[in-house]
């Protein structure tokens, strides 16, 4: 497991209804109205290793979820972590279980690495074997509590891209999925699909994502991608090659996209960040050159440059609309014959 990985489960609730309304002892009285339904009881794992850049934003994403919390139940593993995720969930839960209905906390300290782990992007079948073991024992969590699961969608097909970038907009079959899906634990077909073991009759890499896939085609369950909204953002895929720090740099990116794409990301409230640690890379001063009357660019630009952990001194740059012709003679400035202000 790299980024937090998100598992939601939904409860389902069946009302038995009479055919007609009950009759009243008075005609005159009215039948009582029925009571509002509590809504369905959510299951949320966060199965997450080596995720410290990222989790704040995704914790602070599941804070923000307009849902009930007391319907809601929060099943969280960590292991193998070299950094600060494990801290970081400790921290959040602490302050936040008093919300949820019931809160399972899995942590484990040792080892950091997998037998066979190049690097921490490196997925050894060891590593395949453990993440599914975690997410087959959180599915059937979720199946204890009747409830339907949640994982997003990863598949370099010609509709991928497309797809993706939101210019194919609707809901389609796919072959397989990845992060974020909605499984109906209530129909029949569910109690054939697992992660862990694979199918007996499965023979390909040794992969979660493929091997549940294998497992609803067994089933004969048809998946879908919905992207009719925008649910989130998706980190760049790392390398087996690729470092933490490759893996940091790629998020602080994606980050910054949210801001020009929306939604923008917001950290948790609860989680403590460390400030970044701007310097010049080199330089001897940075300037960033803004108009004053534009706010908005300079505090986005800002923004930027700090998740970036550059460090610039602000300067104020000549606001051409301010200016009449007697203020350009002051400056020493000459204006080509014929030159007019296209903006004036």
Not at 306 to 314: I, W
Request: glycine share 4%; charged share 25%.
């Amino acid at each position: 497991m790299s980024a937090p990985w998100l598992l939601c489960a939904a409860a389902a609730v069946v009302l038995l209804a009479t055919l007609r309304p009950a009759a009243a002892y008075f005609s005159e009285e009215k039948p009582p109205e029925e009571s509002s339904v509590q809504p369905p009881a959510v299951v949320v794992a966060v199965l997450a290793r080596n995720a410290e850049h990222s989790l704040p934003f995704y914790l602070g994403a599941l804070e923000r979820l307009r849902y009930p919390k007391h319907r809601v139940s929060v099943w969280v593993a960590t292991d193998h972590n070299s950094d600060n995720t494990t801290a970081i969930l400790r921290e959040w839960l602490t302050t936040m279980q008093k919300h949820y209905h019931y809160v399972e906390w899995r942590p484990m300290e040792q080892p950091v690495s997998y037998v066979g782990e190049l690097g921490p992007k490196h997925w050894p079948n060891t590593r395949y074997e453990y993440v599914m073991k975690l997410k087959q024992a959180a599915l059937n969590f979720a199946r204890k509590r009747w409830a339907d699961y949640i994982l997003g969608y990863y598949r370099r097909t010609a509709e991928y891209f497309p797809t993706r970038q939101r210019q194919r907009l609707g809901c389609f079959p796919v072959p397989m999925v990845h992060s974020t899906m909605l499984l109906d634990l209530r129909k029949e077909g569910m109690k054939e699909l697992a992660f862990f073991p694979p199918h007996k009759d499965y023979s390909w890499p040794y992969d979660d994502i493929i091997v549940f896939a294998f497992s609803c085609r067994a089933a004969d369950i048809q998946m879908y991608l919905c992207n009719k909204e925008r649910y989130g953002f998706l980190n760049v895929p790392a390398k087996p090659h690729h470092t933490l720090e490759d893996d940091q740099l790629n998020f602080v990116h994606l980050h910054l996209e949210s801001i020009i794409e929306g939604p923008r990301m917001y950290p948790s409230r609860i989680v403590h960040m460390f400030p970044k640690k701007r310097d010049l890379v080199g330089f001897d001063e940075i300037y960033l050159i803004n108009l004053r009357r534009r706010a908005d660019r300079r505090d986005r630009m800002l923004f930027s440059l700090n998740e970036l952990e550059v460090d610039v001194k602000v300067v104020d740059a000549v606001d051409g609309n301010a200016l009449n012709s007697s203020d350009i003679k002051l400056l020493g400035v000459d204006l080509l014959p014929g030159y007019y202000d296209p903006f004036s």
